[in-house]
């Protein structure tokens, strides 16, 4: 079970009226991370002490129809499933940098364009890395709440993954 470290904490921009959650963790690795998530979808992670702010689109997607507090801990518990993945995501660019994928070599508008689509699938994979490892943790708990949504995300996801590849080829970009 999730130790909810706090709740109620003020957000990012110092705004106590949004609920949020705070969860203290550490991963399979010993890597300590926390994650702060809010009602108004608004993140912060922190890993090695370094704050991390971002907006939760995956979690808007996929927990917008979850109650309150339950919504809250399952967005938490994505945003520490990127920490625990974290290692396969590396390995992951470490190969795509390695395979010449993943970093400009000459200047040329279509080269960098190819190059943060790279990265953008990359992330994608990333989250994905992570749903996988909540449905792990959460097992028929998660099933129940959402599977049917996010079998829908990714099969958007990866469909426009597959086009936008699929698309560089015909063209000659790869």
Known sequence: MVRVIASDVPSAGGQA????MRLD???W????????????DRHCVWAVGVPLPHYGLVNYFLRH???????LRVMALHERGHFETLPVAVALGVIMVLLGRGRLGRRS??????TVADWMAHH????G???????AYEGRRYQRASWWRAAGFWGVMLGAGAWLVGRGRL???R
């Open 129 to 135: 890395l992570a749903e996988a490892w909540l449905l």
């Open 29 to 40: 690795f010993g890597l300590r991370g926390r994650a702060s998530v809010g009602a108004d």
């Open 65 to 71: 129809r979850l109650a309150g507090d339950e919504r």
């Open 171 to 173: 063209r000659g970009d």
């Open 124 to 127: 994608a994979v990333w989250e």
């Open 17 to 20: 009226d949004v609920r949020r």
């Open 25 to 27: 963790f550490r991963t």
């Open 109 to 114: 508008r279509g080269n960098t364009v190819r």
